[in-house]
């Protein structure tokens, strides 16, 4: 299992080069049986003018997760996966330090998936919980 799980991580760290997950230092960290991990440094690149990470970083950080999980627990050699819906409550403010994004499925059907994505800080605190739709559609 500890090199397929190796395997995986290389691969999304990997398909992550020149995209927005590179420019926003997503790093993917775990996987298991039905969930995606990744950290993000927060930094003045996803900062708010006041200093704070930015909502919309932590929304392309969930995305990201979200959208990598469903490529990977479905086939992705038969699949494109597209996000359908993305919706975010921020509840606390961070300055600087990691948050890690942890992909969970609720759902997982044959067209539609539904992705519980909770961000949290290096102490485990809650700092965004979102919820992404994705869609698998064929590869002709």
């Known amino acids: 299992m500890n090199d397929y799980k190796e395997k995986i991580l290389k691969i999304c760290n990997e398909t992550s080069k020149n995209t927005l997950m590179e420019t926003l230092d997503i790093e993917y960290i ?14 003045s690149k996803v900062h ?7 909502g919309g970083a932590s929304v392309a950080l969930a995305e990201s997760v979200g ?32 948050v890690y994004a942890k992909a969970t499925i609720l759902h997982k059907g ?19 919980l979102c919820k992404l739709t994705t869609i698998a559609l064929p590869k002709s």
């Open 30 to 43: 775990d996987v298991g049986e039905d969930f995606l991990l990744a950290k993000m440094p927060v930094t």
């Open 67 to 98: 959208s990598a999980a469903s490529y990977i627990f479905l086939d992705g050699n038969k699949y494109f996966v597209r996000g359908l819906e993305i919706a975010a409550n921020h509840v606390k403010s961070i300055k600087d330090g990691f």
């Open 48 to 54: 708010q003018p006041d200093g704070v990470l930015h």
């Open 110 to 128: 044959r067209t539609t998936q539904l992705w519980e994505i909770k961000i949290t800080n290096e102490a485990d605190q809650l700092i965004s």
